[in-house]
């Protein structure tokens, strides 16, 4: 018999299941955490070229155990219910497991934006904030947006200003929505922050000897050979990240129009201008272009990396992937079938709500940023530069004393003397996360005899600290 898939939401609760049942939740607490408590529909119609067009639109809530609830909204034609609501309850498990004091949520849109030029974007958008912040499903203190699948800077600004002119006297406006640009309330960082998390979650990762052992591999990150697919905001950075400053070769890329490969490497920069330039990776002239891209995914590397779509790795598949190493850069990319197939293989797992949980780590920051109204650092960088100088200085004149030219390495004292500026606190406290959220995993999995893989121990401790919080509230 031809086993069935279940839906995007089913494939969740099924992973939520399973790790559910080895806890001792109180009766009923259970489903309270698994049910995505509310999920609002929109329809509603722009007048574009010359007549009325209606679009469908989502907004679910999965837990507001910590309220505001956070989660991006996708512009995408294959939204639904289901989709929204499973993306919501990873928020949820996603925002516990990271400590980021927020619930999860999860919004879409039914469009394919490609089809619309940037003004009209801006009017469907801005018409689709408009109806969810009414309801006040786009607020600072109770829910807030930020960018996913089709969707960045450009519409996150959008949807602030929005909000601001429907609500002119919030002191807050800004912190209704992260991942804004720069010059519109945003935090340095944030673009990068989900590609860097990958990066910090390798990182970890590769720190336990043990922990890569059990994936059948040895050493770092230096020389692994990696796949990635999807070669959008998430895939380029972390691709870009691990090649240029950890070793590994992009062995390949896999787009919507087929994958690029070359074992020697392939330089990232180089295929996401080509991507930017002819809208794929077709006709790229410095490596192996296979038209039939979901091939590559079963190819030989130590690494893979779907970045793209959820389900891309399912029971067809499955046992076909060689990869020793899977990290879910994307939401949802191996089904609940699959993942129990390659977990009879071997393959280790680090799981989406870990792996992906960067963006909303530095979503956080920037939160915090609007509601503080003041940048990091700004305060303490130049007193930090002022006692760094203090030491150089006392070293300076101690090794005279002795008679000594102190020499230190080139490039210390531009180092050491610097203060902290936004984008290397972002990335400190960003790395800080990704650290401190493996390591629970990790005590987990090499503990507990019945937790068998990441993703199980992933779901344990975020479960957890969702049931402590309802617990808290005296639910
Ligand atoms: N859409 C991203 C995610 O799936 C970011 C969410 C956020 O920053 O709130 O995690």
């Not at 190819?299 to 891309?312: F, N, Q, S, W």
């Amino acid at each position: 018999m031809v086993r069935q898939e279940p839906s995007f939401r089913e494939s969740v609760d099924l992973m939520f299941n399973r790790a559910a049942a080895l806890m001792d939740l109180p009766p009923g607490l259970e489903e309270k955490i698994r049910v995505c408590n509310a999920t609002y529909t929109v329809r509603f119609g722009v007048r574009l070229r010359g007549q009325i067009q209606t679009f469908t639109g989502y907004r679910a809530v999965h837990s507001e155990h910590m309220e505001p609830v956070k989660g991006g909204i996708r512009f995408a034609l294959s939204v639904n219910q289901d989709e929204v609501e499973a993306l919501a309850a990873l928020m949820t498990y996603k925002c516990a497991l990271i400590d980021a004091p927020f619930g999860g949520s999860k919004g879409g849109l039914c469009i394919d934006p490609r089809q619309y030029e940037e003004h009209e974007l801006e009017r469907i958008t801005r018409r689709f904030a408009y109806e969810l912040a009414k309801r006040d499903l786009i607020n600072p203190s109770q829910n807030v947006p930020a960018p996913d699948m089709g969707t960045g800077e450009r519409e996150m600004a959008w949807i602030a200003d929005q909000y601001a002119r429907m609500n002119t006297t919030d002191i807050n406006a800004l912190a209704c929505v992260t991942g804004k640009p720069l010059n519109a309330g945003g935090i340095y960082g944030r673009v990068e922050a989900t590609g860097r998390g990958v990066q910090y979650a390798l990182r970890e990762f590769f720190r336990h000897p043990e922990d890569v052992a059990k994936a059948q591999l040895s050493g770092k990150l230096d020389g692994k050979r990696v796949i990635v697919q999807g070669l959008g905001n998430v895939g380029y950075h972390a691709a870009k990240f691990l090649s240029e400053e950890d070793g590994a070769t992009i062995t390949g890329i896999i787009e919507r129009d087929g994958a690029l490969f070359d074992p020697e490497g392939l330089d990232v920069d180089a295929v996401h201008n080509w991507i930017a330039r002819h809208g794929g990776v077709t006709g790229y002239p410095d490596a192996t272009h296979t038209a039939e891209g979901a091939a590559v995914l079963e190819e030989e590397c130590d690494i893979l990396i779907p970045a793209a779509l959820e389900g891309v790795i399912n029971l067809t598949n499955a046992h076909r992937i060689k990869a020793p190493l899977i990290i879910e850069a994307a939401n949802g990319p191996v089904t609940a079938g699959a993942d129990e197939i390659l977990q009879q293989k071997g393959t280790v797992i680090i799981p989406d709500m870990y792996a992906n949980a960067g963006g909303v780590t530095v979503s956080y920051f920037e939160w915090v940023k609007n509601l503080s109204h003041i940048r990091f650092g700004r305060m303490q960088r130049r007193q930090e530069e002022a006692r760094h100088q203090l030491v150089v200085d006392q070293l300076e004149s101690l090794s005279a004393a002795l008679g000594k030219t102190w020499s230190p390495t080139p490039d210390f004292k531009q180092k050491y003397l610097r203060g902290a500026d936004e984008l290397e606190l972002v990335r400190s406290g960003l790395d800080d996360a990704m650290r401190e959220a493996y390591q629970t995993m990790r005590v987990l999995w090499h503990e507990r005899e019945d937790v068998k893989d990441l993703r199980t121990s992933a779901y344990l401790v975020s479960i957890d600290k969702v049931a402590r919080s309802y617990r808290a509230k005296g639910l």
